[in-house]
């Protein structure tokens, strides 16, 4: 094959994209047969790879045939793409140099031109990264009126995206909502650059994650998954990707795929050079350790999350209490509490600290905080959010000796979990439920609650808020039965032999007998099947 033949393949499989093979193709090529166009979609392609020295070198050198050959306005994108990179990469002082070679250039061409806007995206990047959020709002607003004006596809759709976070933050949710759904028209239809689309997806995902507005992530991190399946050798973006689609099997209580998904996207976010990403990976298994009552793992994960750079709380507050650490769970949500500011990160804060106060008996904060939760749910709107505070607004009224005004709030909140198809949340409801029943003098509907909560728990895997129904039905069995004698009487509603029974409670089958014998004394039975049907008829079985 001729070298015009292997240019010109490299390029067609640019766009097809298949980066792999642009990137192969490309950089097999001396530097002499390449454009700057050339380097400039080698760099592109590096990117897309995983080969961030290779994409950095690439645009260094685009950036010099571009701006030799009097193609000025490239040679600024190129600039900002470097300083981009160069920020991402920790270089963020070389960084600044490529912004401001970026500003003399477009200083010195005069006008209104579009590559003012990739300028205004990078100053908007700062501001996000300082939390200068207000400053960050006027830059995302004039980034969207660059793409605008100039029919700039990328621009748009980064604008558009950027304000409805911004919007979000200040407490905006639904004209945020709005503003990353129109973002996606670009992306839908194919016109934004794959960086920039990776990109708008990951922070429409993220965002709708932080209000908790679950229909939208999982149909928008269906679609990532498809459009990074549709892309040959990608690598960049299929990290995020993979975290997505954990977070949804965990909020639909697959808990063990979750975990794949979580240590899939640990090795991406390594191949791709982002490791600075893996805290966020880390700090979600780390819930799902916690439900599932790993408590010394998921320590260990939000260790590895917070030595990422991630804050794992207020999920290691939950793992602390837990663990009878009152004092250190307390402290830690009452100084989240303190530092965050904006609503919506508040919310995300808000139903943990509740719990964890509650549980010291800071009834004061706890009030005001399920009072808080409960406007800014109202605000935003999420099927979801309002969800977590009528059960966080549950449980202060039930612990204020509340119950008739509790439960309403509990139904509520099962009913809109069972909605999204939410079976840990909704069982946790029922288990609330079931206690303000009981409070209410409805034992035996209390009970219903609780057995029903129980069997979603075991089959989900989430062994403490197994044990917590265990220790709520021994109580309310009549005839003082012990927690060993309803275990006994469990095995021996499920057919199980004296000899079975002793096995599977590491008991001698003379002890087995014992608690037969005390059994059939407390229950008024003399036979085993009377005693199954006593564990049937009280849901102990």
């Not at 993220?206 to 908790?212: D, I, L, N, P």
């Amino acid at each position: 094959m001729s070298v015009v033949e292997s240019l010109l393949e490299a390029r067609a499989a640019f766009e097809r994209r298949d980066w792999v093979a642009a990137y192969e193709g490309l950089s097999a090529m001396s530097a002499a047969e390449l454009a700057g166009q050339d380097f400039a979609n080698l760099a592109t392609a590096a990117a897309l790879t995983g080969r961030r020295n290779d994409c950095i070198q690439a645009l260094q050198r685009a950036y010099q045939l571009l701006h030799k050959s009097g193609d000025v306005l490239a040679a600024i994108r190129c600039a900002c793409s470097l300083a981009q990179v160069l920020t991402k990469a920790g270089e963020s002082a070389v960084a600044g140099g490529w912004i401001a070679r970026a500003n003399r250039l477009l200083d010195d061409l005069g006008g209104d031109v579009a590559e003012r806007g990739y300028v205004q995206l990078l100053v908007m990047f700062r501001h996000i990264f300082a939390g200068e959020f207000p400053q960050a709002a006027v830059c995302a607003s004039a980034v969207t009126d660059y793409g605008k004006r100039f029919s700039d596809p990328d621009l748009l759709a980064m604008g558009l995206c950027s304000q409805g976070r911004m919007a979000m933050y200040e407490g905006r949710v639904q004209e945020g909502i709005a503003l990353l759904d129109e973002a996606m028209v670009g992306i839908s239809t194919g016109e934004v650059s794959p960086l920039f689309a990776g990109r708008v997806y990951c922070t429409m995902i993220e965002g709708c994650q932080e209000v908790s507005d679950y229909g939208r992530v999982i149909e928008w991190t269906m679609a990532l998954t498809n459009w990074c399946d549709d892309q040959p050798g990608l690598v960049v973006f299929t990290g995020q990707c993979a975290v997505h689609r954990g977070q949804i099997m965990r909020i639909r209580g697959a808990y063990r795929e979750a975990l794949r998904e979580y240590a899939g996207a640990v090795d991406r976010y390594i191949a791709a050079g982002t490791e600075e990403a893996v805290g966020l990976a880390m700090a979600e298994k780390g819930e799902v350790l916690r439900i599932l009552g790993k408590y010394k793992e998921a320590e260990q994960a939000y260790s590895a999350a917070t030595a990422y750079g991630h804050d794992p709380q207020p999920g290691l507050a939950l793992v602390w209490l837990a663990s009878g650490q009152t004092r250190a769970a307390a402290a830690a949500v009452r100084r989240i509490l303190e530092e965050t500011q904006n609503p919506v990160h508040r919310s995300r804060a808000l139903p943990a600290s509740i719990e964890v106060l509650l549980a010291v008996g800071d009834m004061d904060a706890a009030s005001a905080a399920s009072a808080e939760l409960d406007r800014i749910a109202t605000a935003f709107g999420c099927t979801a959010l309002l969800a977590s505070a009528n059960y966080t607004g549950g449980q202060v009224l039930l612990a204020k000796g509340e119950a008739g005004d509790a439960t309403p709030r509990f139904r509520s909140a099962a009913h809109d979990w069972a909605l999204l198809g939410c079976r840990y949340e909704s069982a946790r409801c029922a288990v609330a439920l079931g206690r303000g029943l009981s409070k209410l003098g409805d034992t035996e509907s209390a009970a219903a609650q609780w057995v029903q909560a129980r069997e979603i728990f075991r089959e989900l895997g989430a062994t403490p808020a197994q044990r917590e129904i265990d220790d709520l039905l021994v109580p309310s069995v009549p005839a003082g039965l012990t927690t060993r004698e309803v275990e006994v009487l469990r095995l021996v509603a499920a057919g199980n032999s004296n000899a079975d029974i002793a096995t599977a409670l590491f008991l001698s089958e003379k002890t087995v007998a014992r608690h037969m014998s005390n059994i059939f004394g407390k229950i008024g039975v003399n036979t085993r099947t009377a005693a199954a049907k006593f564990a049937f008829d009280h849901r102990l079985a």
